[in-house]
């Protein structure tokens, strides 16, 4: 009775709580599956180098994707509110400087970003839908028939803005209209009947002669590949993947109700996550080789790849249709949770309601997105270079990169494991320990393993990972 009572005022005195574990589960599932695991990873691993690059990022999951998840899970459910004031409160709360707030700010302007992109390559995916289901590639032969249709796709601003706007105006609708019980039951279908086409296309990929070439690529790792930029990218990739740095898992922590232990949760979501991103990579890239594609191809890989095998295998035209409509599916529930800590932080702070909140959030990440669209066809000569110049040390922090490859490289490679460093070292270094064990509500073996990662090896891993990023290291001429 106690317990129900107390439950019931948690619930009144926020925006809602999870229904239960599973229910959180299969968002943060949701959240974390999306665009970044079969549109992204194969793409970043191709031009990354393959193998090598798949080992080290499932040793950035396990290493410091898992630790940072549940400490985030943990401050969010500490908090209770938006990102920015739950790491507002939980430093003044320890006795530190309410300045930890930053790390609430950096990981909202990256969520920002991620999604102003995000909702660009979504459209991308709504545009396949159609040209799958009205039969475009019905029949094609030629990989070059399936790269000129992605090409003339892109090189289209105005269909990619109406794209992306339609993405903006159901990602807005959904998260106006409060997410929990919309989103819970979504999920529910979409990630099963997502998990069984992605068997269906890996069961084709095995009957192509690519199938070997694309487990070897995959699975074999070769050393001499090995670079700092792919440890860089696998763990930005990593962060990426597992929705780390944004916000979004903090927040969908502070919709946990309290008790219960977090780190099951963070391990099964990693999981399922590491799983979708491995079966689409194999069954991608079996068809690249198959094809005699390649596999360095950029972000259109999945456009060009994934149309050519739904043109030979029976009934590919269906299959193909729902693959995509999934793929969109699992996309709007990455946007919702990108957008769902800004518009949680206005609702909060600035007395808004909900609708207005969204709408305001979805303009404002309408606008960025803009600069996306225009990456690829009326800018994409114009290439960004940022040096950076302090007098005795000079080098160059990107080179030659259009818009979207600045958002995209400032997100994953600098906002995201800022914001990690950050976590790991306010949560391990400065909390009391006491606090983390009373959140995390994990066995003590458990605890200490976490405990001991979260404290030194993860700051210095992301450290590392971040000073590369910023060019450190050629300041002081390693790397
Ligand atoms: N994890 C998502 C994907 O793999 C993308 C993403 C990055 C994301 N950061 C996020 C989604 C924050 C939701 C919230 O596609």
Redesign the pocket.
Known sequence: MIVSTSRKSERLSLHGLWSSRTAFVLAATG???????IW?FPYVAGENGGGIFVLLYVACIFLIGIPIMMTELMLGRRGRRNPLDTMRLIAVEERHSPHWVWIGRTAMLA?LL?LSY?SVIAGWIMAYIFRTAGGVFHGMQDATEFEAIFSALIVDPERLIAWHSIFMVLTVAIVAHGIERGLERAVKIIMPALCFILLLLLLYAATTPGFIAGLKFMFSPDISKLNSTSVLFAMGMAF????LG?G?IMMYGSYLPKGGSIGGMAVAVALA?TLIALLAGVAIFSIVFANGLEPTAGPGLVFITLPVAFAKMPMGTLIGVLFFILLLFT?LA?AI??LEPWVAWLVENKNQGRIQAACICGLVVWILGLGTVFSFNLWADYKWTFPVDLGRVRYVLFEDKTFFNVVDFLTSNILLPLGGLLTALFTGHLMRRQSCQDELQIGSKTFNLWYFVLRNISPIAVGIVFLHAVGVFKWVGIG
């Open positions: 959240s974390a599956v999306g665009l970044g695991n992204r969520g991620i995000y990426f993947s597992l929705s944004t979004a996550d996309a990455s949770a990108l």
